[in-house]
């Protein structure tokens, strides 16, 4: 079935730090592909999306680029600061009767000063 | 808009005893559903319903029920609790079939003891 692996957590990196969290999916069709970001206490927000291959989704300083070749939509930011401290989650859509939604397990992310 | 509210933000239950997750939208959406969030994992969805009046279930709905009699509300109704239902519950809500964001809220803890 359709699912979403992500890179295993914590991860704890320094301020200006270079971050990548992996995603890799399986699905059968065409998904339109997620980051959520979910901040200490509080909901899931989108934090950028892809709907098609060789898209590029970028929000905040964090890009994505959905690689059909590569079944992979992995998050990237350049300079990552204290205030990215949270749990991203890679997700996957697949258009059916209620646009069933696939999350990754989440991966925490922790910048120190 | 306030987006999405849930109440209560926590909850206790002991073994056996029932109670409502009260869910709202401002929003107009159709979509709306409801996850619950384990520890190191993804959300697991419980149920949902394309509109008022059309619940159906998700991945784990054993233990809940719904109820959609308006636009605005999707309560999750727990009847006999146990401590496996000890989670992180979150609605979410969409405006429609052609839209891919869900909008969540910031969650209901809920401890059975």
């Known amino acids: 079935g359709d699912s979403v692996t992500q890179m295993e957590g914590p991860v704890t990196l320094s301020e200006e730090a270079f971050l990548t969290i992996n995603c890799t999916y399986t699905a059968t069709g065409y998904p339109s592909l997620f980051w959520y970001v979910q901040y200490p206490g509080e909901g899931l927000q989108l934090l950028l999306k892809?709907?098609?291959?060789?898209d590029k989704g970028s929000n905040k300083g964090f890009e994505a680029t959905y690689r059909k070749e590569t079944t992979s939509f992995h998050l990237e930011k350049g300079s990552v600061q204290v205030s990215d401290s949270a749990v991203y989650f890679c997700a996957l859509t697949m258009k059916t009767s209620y646009d069933k939604v696939i999350f990754g397990p989440g991966t925490s992310l922790s910048v120190i000063p | 808009n306030a987006g999405v509210t849930q109440t209560p933000k926590f909850r206790i239950l002991k073994i056996g005893q029932s109670m409502t997750l009260q869910c709202t939208q401002d929003m107009n959406h159709n979509y709306m559903y409801w996850y619950r969030q384990d520890p190191g994992m993804g959300l697991k969805l419980i149920y949902y319903?394309?509109?008022?009046?059309?619940?159906d279930k998700g991945e784990v709905p054993n233990g809940y029920n719904v109820s959609r009699s308006t636009t605005e509300d999707f309560p999750l109704r727990l009847e006999l609790a146990a401590p496996s239902q000890t989670s992180v519950y979150f609605c979410?809500?969409?405006?429609?079939?052609?839209?891919?964001?869900?909008?969540f809220g910031p969650g209901t803890r809920l401890t059975v003891l």
């Open positions: 979410a809500s969409k405006a429609g079939l052609d839209a891919d964001t869900q909008y």
């Open positions: 892809a709907t098609k291959a060789d």
């Open positions: 319903s394309v509109g008022a009046g059309i619940t």
